[in-house]
């Protein structure tokens, strides 16, 4: 099966703002969804508490940069997303001005030591071979000031058959609880056709392989992990 262009996904989330919009209860397809926003937020603030600078890829609705917000209410904000829509309805939400960049992480340049705190939500699960993805940690990590952090919460696979199996057959079940039957196939169908998640274990090595020198597991359910490095 072909994967989706980044056009593609584009489309899709041009059409499903409002579910990314709903800070209490983040993007509801995703398991603890509000307690990933709370554990990056807190770590992401308690590292770096005079943080000036904030990264969020893929910012959806802006539901990160809010959560950090809470905390350090003078960020200045850097905010990437492919669609448009999404863009407009996060600057609506902050309220405030930020820099707001239409495009893919894969063809920005972030520029060198700019940020203290870089976030990507539910975003880099997009990414497809082995060295797309070392290019983009690479890129984020040049873009984080020494000393600052770089933190993940994303859609993740398992490298054992056995395991993803179980997992995934978890998910199922939290997806047909929250909507039925018929969701738990809308969404399976667009993680076939548009997602490529790697291993935690993976993306942990990635952050080290690329110089981050320390990494934190915060949090992680079956197919969802919450994570972070600080350069």
């Given at each position: 099966m072909a994967?989706?262009?980044p056009q593609?996904?584009?489309e899709?989330?041009?059409?499903d703002v409002e579910r990314f919009s709903n800070l209490e209860t983040g993007q509801t397809a995703t398991i603890d969804a509000p307690l990933a926003l709370e554990l990056i937020a807190k770590a992401a603030t308690g590292l770096n508490p005079d943080a000036g600078a904030l990264l969020d890829i893929g910012c959806g609705a802006g539901n990160f940069t809010l959560k950090l917000l809470e905390t350090l209410p003078n960020l200045d904000i850097t905010l990437i997303d492919l669609s448009e829509p999404m863009l407009?309805?996060?600057r609506q939400r902050i309220g405030r001005p930020v820099t707001a960049l239409h495009g893919d992480i894969r063809d920005l340049e972030l520029g060198t030591e700019r940020f203290d705190i870089v976030l990507a939500g539910a975003?880099?699960?997009h990414l497809r071979?082995?060295?797309e993805w070392r290019a983009v940690f690479q890129k984020i990590h040049a873009s984080v000031k020494p000393g600052g952090s770089f933190w993940i919460s994303d859609l993740v696979e398992h490298s054992t058959p056995a395991v993803q199996a179980i997992m995934w057959e978890r998910y199922g079940q939290y997806l047909?609880?929250?909507k039925g039957e018929d969701y738990r196939r809308h969404v399976f169908g667009y993680i076939a056709f548009e997602d490529t998640p790697r291993p935690l274990l993976f993306q942990v090595d990635l952050l080290r392989a690329v110089g981050f020198s320390q990494v934190e597991i915060l949090h992680k359910n079956s197919c969802f992990a919450a994570f972070g490095a600080m350069k």
């Open positions: 994967k989706a262009t593609q996904i584009r899709r989330f041009d059409q407009a309805r996060a975003v880099l699960h071979g082995e060295q047909t609880a929250l």
